[in-house]
């Protein structure tokens, strides 16, 4: 396999993440060879303290038995399922379909699919910068969105954070969003977010389960250790009684933590839909639907397609993504970063634990510490991460699926029809204030895309990587599945559809 350009492991990798993100990520990253059957030569896969390691027995310091980190290894090099099933899990929760990462090789699309860049390293400054953001995510978790130009712990926030290559330019304008286009404009959150869904005869109101504000988790050792050993935690999030919708980073988390798969997606494709007995309003212009004569596209490129599209496009994202996280890289979990800055915290030299010092001499921990007692990551899930690698997201890959599939389907540049914010008490909505930009599908689309991808790492669970590097992967995924989709109809087989165009998230047209 070609070897990674030399940039994707330097300053420019942290440039990449920041401000510019998705666009710098396309123009930096290498073509990449087509997937290929797991071998060392072909992964990155990390070993030792820098590896994922949860369900495993892990001592009082929460450091993986070296034993069990050996069988694991052997497991995932052979992919045998005698070798899955000898792994020392011993408590309640399993490892997550580690199987499914061995069916990407096989997959038609495979050859078309990127594959991802190298995680950052352990001890890497840019790792070190990604943990920060989690951190000041932690403490901003019950800030609503749209108070951050006001709030002074986000305004200490921005202080130390452009500090980094990675948030030098933020401002509370753009504090934990990425750059597609469109996702910087108005609200942080997505109208796909809070617009109703009309599923059929059925309309749904999107206000959604919301936990206490202050409600942390993982904050002190002998919980870590009781988590990474498998076992699932006391604690328990409580709800409000009343249904809200989102306002907070906390709120957005608790929506990707019990989301199925594609949810999110599904509901926006029927919101764009809208009429279903009327599409063609909704249609891109390079749909040939859109200016039939005399037909209407429904289980070809209409509204049936676009609903079907989301799950069938979401399942080949997730055996892509799930081959790059057990087979090729097998990133460790924010919550293990987070032990390793406690240890550092508590007197451990940072070289000796294998990380930054940078992030331990932090002001965000060192007001995690002081709320806390530890400078554990809080996390915002009783069980902390699911029991699979960080890198890349599985939500984010998904996002960048869909949200591509959308976008090539439905006339980006159109604007949202009454748009839409919650009240200030969560429990109602009203018009968008009209001082905001108007919301267009395109951007509204890139900011549900980004909403998913990164409130997971505002739960944190995520790196920065995982969000960026999990969209551009689905992105991917989408091309190659429109291309295969196109090939194998009738309109495109008679030159009918000539085929999709669409912006990428890096700014770019792209044909398919």
């Not at 369900?55 to 038995?65: E, I, R, S």
């Not at 988590?227 to 929506?255: Q, V």
Request: proline residues 6%; charged residues 25%; contains cysteine.
């Amino acid at each position: 396999m070609k070897q990674q350009d030399d940039t994707l492991n330097s300053p420019n990798r942290r440039k990449l993440l920041a401000g510019a993100t998705l666009a710098s990520a396309a123009a930096l990253a290498p073509s990449r060879a087509p997937a290929q059957a797991t071998t060392k030569s072909n992964t990155t896969r990390a070993m030792g303290a820098d590896a994922f390691s949860k369900t495993l027995p892990h001592d009082a310091n929460g450091v993986a038995d070296a034993n069990a980190m050996k069988q694991f290894e052997s497991a995932t090099e052979s992919g045998r399922i005698a070798e899955w099933e000898a792994i020392p899990v011993k408590n309640e929760i399993r490892l997550v379909n580690p199987l499914a990462a061995y069916a990407w090789t096989n997959d038609p699309l495979a050859k078309d699919v990127i594959e991802l860049p190298p995680f950052p390293k352990l001890d890497s400054l840019e790792l070190a910068e990604q943990a920060l953001e989690l951190y000041w995510m932690a403490l901003l978790r019950d800030v609503p969105l749209w108070d951050y130009s006001r709030n002074s712990l986000v305004r200490d926030a921005i202080l130390e954070l452009r500090k980094t290559t990675l948030n030098a330019q933020a401002t509370p304008e753009t504090l934990f969003r990425l750059a597609s286009p469109g996702e910087r404009s108005g609200h942080y959150l997505s109208q796909y977010l809070w617009m109703t869904i009309p599923y059929g005869a059925h309309i749904t109101y999107q206000k959604y389960r919301t936990i206490h504000r202050g409600v942390e988790f993982v904050t002190q050792r002998n919980e870590y250790v009781r988590i990474a050993n498998g076992e699932w935690p006391a604690g328990i999030a409580n709800h409000y009684a009343d249904d809200l919708y989102l306002r907070t980073g906390r709120d957005l988390g608790e929506y990707v933590h019990w989301d199925f798969s594609y949810q999110a997606f599904i509901d926006a494709a029927a919101i764009v839909i809208g009429n279903p007995h009327r599409p063609r309003e909704a249609l891109a212009r390079t749909n040939p639907y859109k200016t039939s004569r005399s037909m209407n596209g429904f289980v070809s490129f209409g509204p049936a397609f676009a609903m079907n599209a989301m799950g069938a496009v979401s399942d080949c994202a997730m055996r892509a993504c799930w081959y790059e996280k057990w087979i090729r890289h097998r990133a460790l979990r924010p919550e293990a970063y987070g032990v390793l800055v406690d240890r550092v915290a508590r007197g451990e030299r940072a070289q000796s634990v294998g990380i930054h010092p940078m992030i331990a001499q932090s002001e965000a921990v060192k007001r995690v510490r002081e709320k806390y007692g530890s400078a554990l990551l809080p996390q915002a899930y009783p069980e902390a991460s699911p029991a699979h690698p960080a890198y890349p997201s599985g939500h984010a890959a998904i996002a960048g699926a869909c949200v591509t599939v959308l976008k090539a389907l439905f006339d980006e540049k159109r604007e949202i029809r009454f748009p839409i914010q919650p009240t200030r008490d969560g429990k109602d909505w009203e018009d968008l204030d009209r001082t905001l930009p108007r919301p267009t599908v395109g951007g509204e689309l890139n900011k549900l895309a980004a909403n998913i991808a990164v409130g997971r790492n505002i739960a944190g669970i995520h790196w920065r990587s995982d969000a960026v590097e999990g969209l551009r992967l689905g992105e991917s995924v989408a091309l190659a599945w429109l291309k295969a989709e196109r090939m194998k109809s009738v309109e495109g087989k008679q030159g009918w559809l000539q085929g999709f165009e669409l912006t990428d998230f890096a700014g770019k047209t792209v044909g398919v």
